[in-house]
């Protein structure tokens, strides 16, 4: 009899994770939407996610949306709330608020995006899927070689509690390694140990490279104010960095990630099963330098890697 009950439970997770949507009319579906902090990248992600509904025909699904504000136990809560109120899927922006949101539901279907390194993070299950933004780290290594040739130490600065930044951190340690860069390291855990930080930094290296942490991402502008007031070139990991006067990045599009992540969903509100849509990295990257930055760090735009680039001015 346990047997049958849990052999039960099961098909109706499966058959509820795949199949009930069929019978939904698109504003009867219901779609909990969190993000772990607010910055340029994450929001575009979620704008390109609602775009992708409504190109699809799930324009009129409600959507919550919830900010945890950069506290992850605040998206604990609200990936529990999420579960409670019984949302048809749940849509989560970040590698926190992905785990937050697989931590208290393996049964609603979730769709992640913005999230580094999924496996590596934990984000394995029958009930998720969605879009990763592994950075072109090794592309970025090499614009940086090639655009500053006298750069020796990279700076790199980076939230110690977040998952994603220490996968990102060991990549482009591992990148540097192999040509020859070196790099000086400083962990934070809050804006307030930014500035300080820096300032030990700053002074033992050539450059600083800012990651898609969220701490060190939502707290951007006075990344590079502080950067700058020091004469350093800050080199964006993502291409909203460069809105705060980074000087240059190759980088993945963030819009397209989140679109993306909206077409899946709307392949799950079709009868798609979560199972049935693996997990997908970006499909293109491009590169982005700031002109008056390149004049003032003499970076040479006629450069082969800056052809096709798009020029800030």
Known sequence: MKKMKRTLAVMTALVWCGMTFAAKAPKDIRIGATQIVEHPALDSSRKGFETALKDKGFGEAQIEFRNAQGDFSTAQLIAKSFVEDKKDLIFTISTPSSQAALNATKDIPIVITAVTDPVKSGLVSKNLTGTSDPLPIADQVDLIKKALPAVKTVGLIYNTGEANSAASIAQIKEELA????????????????????????????????????????????????????????????????????????????????????????????????????????????????????????????????????????
């Open 178 to 313: 192999k040509t020859g860069l070196k790099f000086e390291e400083t962990g934070v855990t809050s804006v307030n140990d930014i500035v300080p930080a820096l300032s030990a930094l700053l002074g033992k290296v050539d450059i600083l490279y800012l990651t898609t942490d969220n701490l060190i991402s939502s707290a951007a502008p006075l990344v590079v104010e502080t950067a700058s007031k020091a004469g350093k070139p800050v080199i964006a990991a993502e291409e909203s960095h460069m809105q705060f006067g980074t000087l240059m990045t190759k980088t993945i599009d963030f819009y397209q990630i989140g679109y993306r992540a909206g077409e899946m969903a709307a392949e799950i509100f079709q009868g798609k099963p979560v199972g049935d849509i693996p997990i997908e990295p970006p499909k293109e990257n491009r590169v982005m330098v700031n002109r008056k930055l390149a004049e003032k760090f003499k970076v040479d735009l006629n450069l082969d890697i800056f052809k096709g680039a798009e020029i800030l001015e």
